[in-house]
């Protein structure tokens, strides 16, 4: 038995050297799954809530019930100085593997996951550290400047025109990024891993039924909150739309740590965060509004039961497929099938949504022009 022992110790440590730098630094011992996580939700992201806290993108994590969603929130970091790199799932050995999140100086490698609101994939363009207080680019984070003074104003252009909502780097259907020698360098640097808060987050996540996988179907009530545990329906995920609010356009060509703040340009509806952007300037017919609002929740459920039909069906071709004692290779080609099925069915409810609020808002404007005529006050 101990010979036994000595030869599968031995032959562990090649295969432990032959793991990247990364991942040896990252990987969390233990969590491995066969199937990959869902498609990233689309959500908005909560207001800061005060000076000095930090934007953690939601993500999925892997609980005793599988997949569940943990919601992005603003977070106080461990110390001055600190930046979030968020976790991901990465594929290793025909298993979905985790690799957590960390503090430190600079923004390593995260799968190049397009996680939103600053995290493209690359880099990290919401925010920077100077002088020991934390300057917030409005262009794609959420803040109130009467709250929070140390503001900037760069938009972040995405030059890749795919929206890309999936949650983990290499297998079937998976982001084929790897890692920058930028980013290999900040994954030798010191780390902090999550803050206490963070863990109790992830904790209160992992025992509400609502944010599993099988549960929302990928659509969590409550994908974002202001703060760490603070679960109150806030940042409610959207239905699919072109716009896509944690997806504002980026731009990876700039750094995360600009020498000098832009000037505090004058801000219209174009340039305001997505959660402080108000649908339509004028006011609208409390009644179109309501008939509007109906509209969409209506698109809602539709979406809602076209994607529950999807995925009982996926389950109902898997077990199938266990049935059969299926090789690795019959394992890949049912989830890159099934998963080209959930991205063709997300990009035609993004159309399809985009499609019905291209037309509200031309009916808003055609009411509000017709009242404007008659001499009443728009909304009476």
């Known amino acids: 038995m101990r010979i036994a022992r000595l030869i599968c110790s031995l032959l562990l440590v090649p295969g432990l050297l032959a793991i990247p730098v990364q991942s040896r630094a990252q990987v969390a011992v233990g969590i491995s799954v066969r199937i990959g996580p869902p498609v990233l939700p689309v959500y908005v992201q909560p207001i800061c809530p005060e000076p000095g806290y930090i934007w953690v993108p939601g993500y999925w994590a892997y609980g005793p019930d599988g997949y569940f969603w943990v919601p992005g929130t603003w977070v106080f970091p461990p110390e001055v100085g600190l930046l979030w790199t968020p976790g991901y799932w990465g594929w290793e050995d025909g298993f979905y593997v985790w690799y957590p999140g960390y503090w430190g100086p600079e923004v390593g490698f995260y799968g190049g996951i397009n996680y939103g609101f600053g995290y493209t994939g690359v880099g990290f363009f919401g925010g920077y550290w100077r002088g020991g207080a934390y300057y917030y680019n409005r262009a794609v984070t959420n803040v109130d400047v009467t709250v929070v003074r140390n503001t900037y104003n760069t938009t972040v252009i995405n030059n890749n025109t795919t929206i890309n909502r999936v949650s983990f780097n290499g297998g079937p259907g998976g982001i084929t990024a790897r890692p920058t020698s930028r980013e290999t360098a900040a994954a030798r640097q010191q780390h902090v891993s999550m803050t206490s808060e963070q863990t109790q987050h992830q904790q209160v996540a992992g025992s ?21 545990g603070e679960f109150k329906g806030r940042g409610e995920a959207a239905p699919g739309r072109g716009a896509h609010p944690n997806r504002p356009p980026e731009n990876r060509m700039e750094t995360s740590r600009p020498g000098n703040p832009p000037a505090d340009r004058g801000r219209g509806y174009e340039d305001r965060p997505p959660s402080a952007r108000p ?16 509209e969409m929740e209506r698109l809602r459920q539709q979406h809602d039961a076209e994607r529950q039909k999807v995925e009982r069906q996926h389950a109902q071709e898997q077990q199938r497929l266990d049935r059969q004692r299926p090789n690795q290779q019959r394992q890949e080609q049912l989830q890159r099938r099934q998963q080209q099925q959930r991205e063709q069915m997300n990009q035609r409810h993004d159309q399809q949504a985009q499609k019905l ?13 017709k009242e404007r005529k008659g001499g009443r006050p728009p909304g009476r």
Do not use: D
């Not at 609502?210 to 703060?227: D, E, F, Y």
């Not at 649908?279 to 109906?294: D, F, G, I, M, Y």
């Open 208 to 228: 509400n039924r609502a944010s599993l996988a099988s549960v929302n179907h990928g659509r969590p009530n409550v994908a974002a909150t202001p703060r760490p």
């Open 279 to 294: 649908p339509n300037a004028a006011p609208v017919n409390p009644r179109l509004e309501q008939k509007q609002q109906r």
């Open 357 to 369: 609020q291209e037309r509200q808002q031309r009916e808003a404007q055609r009411q509000q022009e």
